[in-house]
């Protein structure tokens, strides 16, 4: 599908400046808009607190009066109860198993581009339009992903879920723009939400206590704080969820390590509640583990590839080689990162194309052995 032909295209409209500027753009291309706000509290707030949270009744009039602006119709799609099933009970669950789960990956997943897009398409339209920070370039029919011109803000890590085919019926129109000239933009077309704040932080946890949350979705689930290097109990906490890999601060231990250097939570063991504690060097990992690959550029792998790899949202990129199978991939990386955490997305980059992701299983060092090979990705 190419994009310059007049499409029917629905524009998912968040409340948002990007989302609104990224409909705009798609009326200015000459393509027939309709916009839809997708409710997915099931309690939604009246307002939002600085730049915490989304989903409120705020943001459903503020993607409403750009839709007025914008002279194209509106609707409100209430997908309460599936979100609350495919990502809030999910974010739950990988907390519970000991993993850390991106909940906007999950969402792209299984709400945007799996249960909006295919309603979209059963109702005629031919695409999905979002105000992802991303490109999408297509030559001979054949989508592919690719990072935005804005490094700060890419969300292609976050989409990197998507398969081929759901890219062939997605329209993303920021991914040439800096986010200042998105809201330089919006300004000039009168949309009130120029200068609104982005939302930094988990939708469904406005307040931005993750660890409270889950305290009152799991309840107390007590267990002991272990240092690493001597084995000693340190502490003891309600539950292992309120840890993640890589984790500093709040760890609330009952005397300092021998050395006066700081601890970080080097694993969390979900069934015996222990959470482990060590040197910021025990967190460097070369080796990282992941499953359920997704091919986002329709080639699947078998076999080994150099590129580059990403293993968090806001993290740079690293040179790899991965060894590919039908299950899972293997990535030796060229530098060792700190804090890789199950559950996270392991993203693989040609240069800025985007070839695909799996969910990262476990990470190890190396094992002792002649120097990596240069990577050229």
Known sequence: MTV???????????????SAVAAARAVAAGHDVTGVHLALARDPASHRTGARGCCTKEDARDARRAADVLGIPFYVWD???RFH???IDDFVAEYAAGRTPNPCLRCNEKIKFTAVLDRALALGFDAVVTGHHARLSVADGVPTLRRSVDEAKDQSYVLAVLTREQLAHSMFPLGDS???QVRAEAAA????????PDSHDICFIADGDTAGFL???????PGSVVDSVTGDVLGEHDGAYAYTVGQRRGLRLGRPAADGRPRYVLDIQPVS??????PAEALDADLVDAGRPVWTDGVARDGELRCAVQVRAHGGRVPAVVTATPDGVVARLETPVRGVAAGQALVLYDGDRVLGSATITATRPVPAAGPLAEVTA
């Open 273 to 278: 509640g222990t959470v482990t504690v060590g």
């Open 4 to 18: 310059s032909a007049r499409m029917r295209v629905l524009a998912a409209m968040s409340g948002g400046v990007d």
């Open 178 to 180: 800096t986010k200042t």
């Open 79 to 81: 997908l309460a109860e």
């Open 85 to 87: 099933d495919d990502v």
């Open 189 to 196: 077309r009168g949309l009130a939400v120029a200068e609104k």
């Open 215 to 221: 305290r009152r979705e799991l309840g107390s689930r």
